[in-house]
């Protein structure tokens, strides 16, 4: 794989509803980034991987929002009781070093109903 | 408070009419700005950095330029895939030395044959 991969692709979700949005960075990039972008907007950075440690989540947007990269490779994002406002792209990016530019996987767009 | 806004919104030309778009940022102390594309259900894609005034870069029809204020992304004689929304992103000099961007909303370019 060349790039950063993510799935789904599209997520709907019941209101109440958990899930569960997956992440495969590219191979050997120690930097994971989360991000929410609205329709519209640019995206909004939520939390931060280096390798498998969660050095920033001063992004996420409440406790019901989780992150995790076990292995310090594939990452995965979790919402739990989704609401509305959570009807966002999530956005997936990776670098090689702390301060390279990022490279950006395709979004999962997910709709909460 | 950092922050990223970028103008016009969105651009409408015509095939070999140049432009040039704007991003203003206020940040604490600058550690590089971004440029990215992205297109519709994509993820962005990166096009420059920038790390301090007066540096400029080119690739193809664009080019980015870097004051202590703003950043520019001239576009010359722009053809229609050059269509998409381009992304300004700064990354604060105080982020923990780890590539924490804080995007604008983007500005949406149509170039029209």
């Known amino acids: 794989g060349a790039g950063v991969s993510q799935s789904p692709r599209y997520k709907v979700a019941k209101r109440g509803q958990d899930v569960a949005l997956r992440c495969d960075p590219i191979?050997?990039?120690?930097?994971l980034f989360w991000y929410q972008q609205a329709l519209g907007q640019g995206p909004e950075f939520l939390t931060y991987?280096?390798?498998?440690?969660?050095?920033?989540k001063s992004g996420l947007p409440s406790d019901r929002f989780f992150a995790e990269r076990p292995e310090g490779s594939v990452s995965t994002l979790k919402i739990q009781r989704t609401q509305q406002e959570d009807s966002a792209v999530y956005l997936c990016?990776?670098?090689?070093?702390?301060?390279?530019?990022?490279?950006f996987g395709p979004g999962t767009r997910l709709t909460v109903l | 408070e950092d922050q990223v806004t970028q103008s016009p919104e969105a651009l409408r030309l015509q095939e070999g009419e140049s432009s040039s778009l704007n991003c203003s940022y206020t940040?604490?102390?600058?550690?590089?700005l971004f440029w990215y594309r992205q297109d519709p259900g994509k993820g962005p894609e990166f096009l420059f950095t920038?790390?301090?005034a007066g540096e400029e870069k080119e690739k193809e029809r664009l080019k980015a330029t870097l004051t202590k204020k703003e950043s520019f992304l001239h576009i010359t004689a722009p053809k229609p895939e050059d269509s998409a929304t381009y992304l300004c992103?700064?990354?604060?000099?105080?982020?923990?030395?780890?590539?924490?961007?804080?995007f604008g909303a983007g500005t949406r370019l149509a170039v029209h044959p």
């Open positions: 990016a990776s670098s090689p070093g702390l301060a390279n530019e990022q490279f």
């Open positions: 191979s050997g990039h120690v930097s």
């Open positions: 991987f280096q390798n498998e440690a969660q050095l920033d």
């Open positions: 940040v604490s102390g600058l550690r590089g």
């Open positions: 920038l790390y301090s």
């Open positions: 992103a700064v990354q604060p000099r105080i982020s923990g030395g780890y590539n924490k961007l804080i």
